[in-house]
Every structure is written in C-alpha cells, then in structure tokens.
C-alpha cells in the first residue's frame, strides 16, 4: 500500500518505520522546514523502550538513555529528603530498564531510522478528501498526495483529528507552565543515578540523567495562561518563583542556559474514541493529548504504533475494518492514561491544597512501594506485555 503520514515527531516517525517494515511504501509530511524538537527531553518508560526494541532500536535507545538507578523527593525549601528507594523493580516488573533521553537525539534517531530522504519538509496539511479506494491531501503550498491511507500524526493541535471528528476539540490549560532544559550533571542538585524532585507550595523541581553527562530539568511553575515571557528572562522568571527554595535548586536556576530553556504551557484534551474515518486514522497527541505527569504520552504514541503494525499486519476485510481494529484496541487504555496523568497534575499542583499537602505527608514514609506501583499500573496493559 501507499501510506501518508502527516506529522513526524515520535509518533508519525515510529509508524513510519513499522508500516516500512510491513513493506508499504510510506512517505511522511512534515510542517516544519528542520528537525527541531520542542522540549528537552522525555522520559521512555519501559513500555515505550519495548516498543523501541520491537523496532530494531533497542541497542540506539539504551546508548542514549540515561541511567536511572534511584529516584529521590526533597522538601522542596529545605532540601531534606522525603523519600529515597531504587527503581529496579521497574525493570524487574516490566522485563525492560525505563530511560530519559534528550529529544532531539530520539528524534534524530527515529527519522534516520525511517529514512531522511522519505520525510518531505516544508508541507502543511491543509485539507482532506477521500474517493472510494484513495484518499488525497492537499498541502498549504498547494500540492498534493494520494495513498491507500492516511495516518495523522499531526500532534496536539492537529487538523486530521479536526477532518476525522468533524468538529475542533478544545484544548484544556492544566494550570501550570513547565519549564525545561538540558545541563550538566551537578551533584549539589542530585546525585548522577537518581531521578531527584523537589516539592513544595503545589510546584516541583526536578533532574534526570541522560547521556552525555547531562541532566534533562524541569520546573512546574503555577501561572495563569498566557504569560507574556522572553527567553533570556528565564533565569530572574525562575529565582521568583522560587525564592526561599533549598540550595539544590537555586543552584540549578544558577547552572541553566535561559536561552535554551523552553517554556510550555501544559494542555490536554477530554478523552475521546473516534480516532478512524474511513481510510484516516489518528495516532500519538493527535489522538490522546495528555499533560505529562505521568511521562506517558510519547510512549502511548509509540503504543498505538504498535497496535497499528499488527492490524495492518493482515487486512483481510480490508483497510476500513483494520483501522476501526486499531481504534477499538487503543481509545479504551489510551484515554484511561489521559486521566490518570490530569489526576496526577492536579495533586502535583495543588488543585485541592489539602490533597497535596497528604500528599507529601505520604511521600515522608513512602519506601518506594506505591510510587513504583503506579508508575508499572501506567504500563500494565501495553501491547507488548
Ligand atoms: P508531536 O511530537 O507534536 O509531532 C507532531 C508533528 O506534526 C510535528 O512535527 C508538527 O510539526 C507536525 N504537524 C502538525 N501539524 C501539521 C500539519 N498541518 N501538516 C504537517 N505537519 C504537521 N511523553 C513521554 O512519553 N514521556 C515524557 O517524559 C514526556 N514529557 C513531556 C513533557 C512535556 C513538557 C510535554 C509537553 C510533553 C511530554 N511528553 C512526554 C509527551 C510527548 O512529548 C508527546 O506525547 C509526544 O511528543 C507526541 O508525539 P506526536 O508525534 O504525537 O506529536
């Protein structure tokens, strides 16, 4: 078959590689005119690492992890620990290592893994038709493409999801901004193996290793919506918002580049379980943005590539009948992690004050138990086991 695929950050670039694999002939369309992931880094669970490995990036993948032996949370104004415990039953429960690796090397990774010269730049959907047997897209530039099939891969705001439900579905702000970056391991933050957080008034800080000796770093700030902000004031942004916070973070607002400190204002979108209309199909935030909190959303993306490899793996009763497969095997889970991780925010970011104060009440006798057992739940039921 001849497959579009609009979109290609993690998700349009993974089912790219897997829908190659079956031996379809795929292309990829793409806004931007270079590779440039926004956000820093990201976390890959185990349930995305194993999707990478079912991928034949196994090997790639741990080269760029991090290593991520403990995880650690600080009373976010005094520094003392609350909590401190390994993470390999993760690995031990999951039967893989989970790692944080920096965007732009997963990106890189994957694109070069489907194939540069098979990603074409600078096309913007527009819009979307479908004929009996086709469907066709036309660009913002005004040129066009037809295929068996059509994967909107196009993210958050994407306009295949508009096409497919009919209708645009709102965005909404979660009510926190989250400050990110890349910088070198400093151990008065947290030491090079642990995954340490620092919590306190409803905001948090946090440091994990990646490779290459750097820490991935971000600040959950609580600000209205909207903000207008300058890159370079990240640092005096950050210092107010933290004043009064322990040694380990002033000295990681002191250590940051603000010129390479993104800022993200943190949405998600009620879940929902049309993700097929005939030949089009929706994948990654496209079909389930999430807010981070749980680290999921890319490896959910890398899920429904999964599931969308086996469906089309036979099509017996055609495309049609596949696609609404792939539909009905993920919307259920997928969704389900959308509020688990909005639930998550809401806690991490004192949305009920008293919650959130029990909360870290919990985390002063916590010996890894419950934090590791939520985090596996969020894996149980992966189409890799
Ligand atoms: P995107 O990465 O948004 O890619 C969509 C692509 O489509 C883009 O390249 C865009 O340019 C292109 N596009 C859009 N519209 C068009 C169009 N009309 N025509 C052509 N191209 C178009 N997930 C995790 O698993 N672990 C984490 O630790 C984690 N941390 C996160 C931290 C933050 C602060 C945020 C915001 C998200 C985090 N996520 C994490 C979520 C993760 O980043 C996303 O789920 C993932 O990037 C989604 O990938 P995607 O390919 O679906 O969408």
């Known amino acids: 078959m001849r497959i579009i695929i609009i979109g290609a950050g993690i998700g349009g670039a993974s089912a790219g590689i897997a829908l190659q694999r079956l031996g379809h002939e795929v292309e990829i369309y793409e806004q931007v005119t270079e590779n440039k992931p926004v956000g820093a880094a990201i976390s890959v669970w185990s349930n995305g690492v194993k999707a990478l490995n079912h991928l034949g990036l196994g090997a790639q993948t741990a080269a760029l992890g991090g290593r991520m032996d403990h995880m650690s949370y600080r009373d976010g104004l005094t520094g003392e620990t609350m909590c401190r415990f390994p993470l390999d039953p993760i690995t031990e429960q999951m039967g893989q290592r989970p790692y944080p690796v920096a965007r732009a090397d997963l990106q890189a990774m994957l694109m070069d893994a489907f194939g540069l010269d098979r990603i074409r730049f600078g096309r913007r959907l527009e819009s979307i038709s479908q004929e009996p047997g086709s469907v066709t897209v036309t660009f913002a530039d005004g040129s066009r493409a037809t295929g068996d099939l059509l994967i909107g891969a196009d993210g958050a705001k994407s306009r295949t999801r508009a096409y497919v439900l009919g209708t645009e579905r709102e965005r909404r702000y979660a009510g926190y901004v989250n400050f990110n970056g890349l910088v070198d391991i400093d151990t008065q933050v947290g030491p090079a193996d642990q995954w340490t957080t620092y919590v306190a008034d409803g905001q948090r800080v946090s440091v994990m290793p990646i490779a290459g000796g750097r820490f991935y770093f971000f600040f959950d700030v609580l600000e209205p919506q909207g903000l207008a902000y300058r890159r370079a004031d990240a640092r005096e942004v950050l210092a107010q918002h933290f004043a009064g916070w322990a040694p380990g973070v002033q000295k990681l607002i002191a250590n940051l580049d603000p010129m390479t400190t993104n800022r993200v204002e943190v949405f998600d979108i009620d879940p929902f379980h049309t993700w097929v209309k005939g030949r089009v199909a929706l994948l990654g935030d496209a079909a389930h943005n999430t807010t981070p909190d749980i680290g999921q959303g890319g490896c959910s993306a890398l899920e429904d590539t999964i599931m969308l490899e086996r469906v089309l793996a036979t099509t017996t009763l055609g495309v049609e009948d596949s696609?609404?497969?792939?539909?009905?095997?993920?919307?259920?889970?997928?969704?389900?992690?959308?509020?688990?991780?909005?639930?998550?925010?809401?806690?991490?970011?004192?949305?009920?004050?008293?919650?959130?104060?029990?909360?870290?009440?919990?985390?002063?006798?916590?010996?890894?138990?419950?934090?590791?057992?939520?985090?596996?739940?969020?894996?149980?039921?992966?189409?890799?086991?």
């Open 323 to 385: 696609l609404r497969r792939y539909q009905d095997s993920r919307t259920q889970r997928a969704g389900e992690l959308v509020l688990t991780a909005r639930r998550r925010a809401d806690v991490t970011h004192a949305k009920d004050p008293e919650a959130t104060r029990a909360w870290y009440e919990e985390l002063r006798t916590e010996d890894g138990t419950n934090v590791i057992r939520g985090i596996v739940a969020n894996m149980v039921g992966n189409p890799l086991g």
